[in-house]
């Protein structure tokens, strides 16, 4: 075993720094080189791949071990990167070097790493003879940093059955924290909805000279702002602030009471919670007047506002405008993106379970509604599937890692590689066991 144990761990690293040294900074992103490479990879153990692409450069990668009439499970990651600047790297960005048990390259993080140790999960699964109950399914798709339509968003649409499946582990999570209670790993089981919007405050305007003939939108905006920087939503336990809460407390106090509770443990831990139980909002962006000497008779304000899943702008509306009441504005929903949730209670979420309590007995694993967008969002709303965003993040600090993504000197611990070539395994084990 032992020995095995340690051919993985060489296996994922080396296919993890043969990942960074292809550029698929995205755009234009080119991922169909490392489509190759993966297809290549697993060809030496005599597995056969799809590659599936809308246009010759941009291929997603499928591999599909035909299981019983279990339920399937997919290995989900993106070969595409963010950018990066040379100049405010300490190493080429894409070196793929070895340096103290980290490997440093763009996408370490995001996610070349889970990338290599998906592939190597499941190449060393075929290997070994493993027989899956239910289709196991490797599923390395492009363009998910930009989304233009290239990747898992088109697969679902154009090649519904290639990426089937019932459950299936992404990126999103598995970060650690220690915040005053036991060690907690976190695990993206839902999205909030991002549903920014426009306030447009109207005035009249006016010469600046002479104030008192017009009525100056801008300064009536003040009003509005304030107004969203105050605002107080119901709350409510969904069951990811439900779950998230037993897991770090120990148990779930009232929701009117949850950000009290955890904010005397710790500050951060408040922080984190808020957005759990109602949707956010944040005025980010404003217009007004293009000349300093003209009074604005229209300020836009943009509102980042994020809500919880299942939650829609109609929903919200009502809520907003109780909080800045009667007056002369317009409000816009610009788009509303993502938002879907998996349930809790699955044979996916135990496995996970048991595999952070091998890995760090005494540890939790606790469920979270990402603010941001992943790709379990089209999975989820093509076929329902269960999708849970997880890789370990244990020997990295959480806050070190969480500042590395899309930014310099990324860069990932070979432990904590190794430690997602084994959560894979356990989870194609356990669910298809
Ligand atoms: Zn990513």
Partial sequence: MAVQEQTLRLEATELLQDLLRLDTVNPPGNETQAAELLARYLERDGIS???????????????????????????????DTVLADPAEWERDPWSGDLVDGEIWGRGALDMKGQVAASAVAFASLVREGFTPAGDLVL???ADEEVGAGFGLSWLVEAHSDAARCDYAVNEGGGERLELGGR???????????????????????????????????????SRYISALAAFDPPKELIPEARGFLEAVLGEAPPADEAIARAN????????????????????????????????????????????????????????????????????????????TRSALDTPLWDALESFVEELEPGAALAPIACPGFTDSHFLREAYGTVAHGFFPVKEM??????????????RIAVDDLEAGVHMLRHVARSLLG
């Avoid at 999205?191 to 006016?206: H, I, N, Q, T």
């Avoid at 600090?397 to 000197?409: F, G």
């Fill in 264 to 339: 005397e443990l710790n500050p951060l831990l408040g922080a984190l919670v808020e957005p759990l139980l109602a949707l956010t909002l944040a005025p980010t962006m404003i217009e007004a007047s293009g000349k300093r000497n003209v009074i604005p008779a229209v300020c836009e304000i943009i509102v980042d506002c994020r809500l919880p899943p299942e939650q829609t702008p109609a929903d919200a509306e009502p809520l907003i405008r109780a909080a800045l009441g009667e007056g002369d504005y317009e409000l816009e929903w610009l788009e509303a993106v993502g938002g």
């Fill in 139 to 141: 599923l390395v798709v």
């Fill in 397 to 410: 600090d959480t806050e070190v890692a969480t500042k590395l993504i899309h930014s310099a000197n990324e």
């Fill in 49 to 79: 791949s799809g590659l599936i692409a809308r246009v010759p450069e941009r291929a997603n990668l499928v591999a599909r071990i035909p299981g019983g009439d279990g339920p399937s499970l997919a290995f989900l990651s993106h070969t």
């Fill in 183 to 221: 060690p907690v790993y976190l695990c993206a089981t839902a999205e909030k909805m991002s549903a920014p919007f426009r306030l447009r405050v109207l005035g009249r305007s006016g010469h600046a000279s002479m104030p008192g003939i017009a009525d100056n939108a801008l300064v009536k905006a």
